[in-house]
């Protein structure tokens, strides 16, 4: 299975369940893909930009989740396309809520970041990755469910 597709299917499977319970409303954003032909066949290319991982209603709210995959002790901030960031902090800017959310493989945890707090931590440092400590810092411990924290994140 391709890097990340075990994690962002595991919050496809989370999220499909609040839909089906009525409880708000979330799809997997498609990614746009055109079929090319070459001399050797066929190859799949990317044929546009595409949304952010998650689009959702929570609460009455516009949520826009991005899943990243974190291997090692750091995540490097160019994984986090410029398209990506304005799209979590124009659905911010609106009223709604923008998240990232990290799988942490060595830790086996999940941490999520609201975007705001992703922005700000990547203003205020000339480094072109964040550590784990500091990703830490600037996120929500994943705890029990989507829903939990979709709660917890979304409460003002």
Same mark, same amino acid.
Not at 8 to 34: A, C, H, M, R, W
Not at 59 to 78: C, H, P, Q, Y
Not at 95 to 113: D, L
């Given at each position: 299975?391709?890097?990340? /597709? /075990?994690?962002?299917?595991?919050?496809?499977?989370? @999220?499909?369940?609040l839909?089906?319970?009525? +409880?708000g409303?979330?799809?997997?954003?498609?990614t746009?893909i055109n079929?090319?032909?070459?001399?050797?066949?066929y +190859?799949?290319?990317?044929?546009? /930009?595409?949304?952010?991982d998650?689009?959702?209603?929570?609460?009455?709210?516009?949520v826009?989740?991005?899943?990243?995959?974190?291997?090692?002790?750091?995540? =490097?901030?160019?994984? @986090?396309? =410029?398209?990506?960031v304005?799209? @979590?902090?124009?659905?911010?800017?609106?009223?709604?809520?923008?998240?990232?959310?990290?799988?942490?493989?060595?830790?086996?945890?999940?941490?999520?970041?609201?975007?705001?707090?992703?922005l700000?931590? /990547?203003?205020?440092?000339?480094?072109?990755s964040?550590n784990?400590?500091?990703?830490?810092?600037?996120?929500?411990?994943?705890? =029990?469910?989507?829903?939990?924290?979709?709660?917890?994140?979304t409460?003002?």
């Amino acid at each position: 299975m391709a890097k990340g /597709k /075990k994690f962002e299917n595991s919050i496809l499977n989370d @999220l499909n369940k609040l839909s089906k319970q009525g +409880k708000g409303y979330f799809i997997k954003s498609p990614t746009p893909i055109n079929r090319i032909k070459t001399e050797n066949g066929y +190859k799949m290319v990317y044929s546009s /930009k595409a949304l952010c991982d998650f689009i959702g209603i929570w609460n009455e709210k516009f949520v826009l989740i991005e899943a990243k995959e974190v291997s090692g002790t750091r995540f =490097d901030m160019k994984r @986090l396309k =410029d398209h990506q960031v304005k799209q @979590l902090s124009s659905i911010k800017r609106h009223g709604g809520f923008g998240f990232i959310a990290f799988n942490i493989k060595q830790e086996k945890e999940i941490y999520i970041t609201p975007i705001e707090n992703y922005l700000v931590h /990547k203003n205020q440092t000339t480094k072109k990755s964040i550590n784990l400590e500091s990703l830490k810092e600037i996120s929500f411990i994943f705890e =029990d469910s989507w829903e939990f924290m979709l709660n917890k994140i979304t409460i003002k």
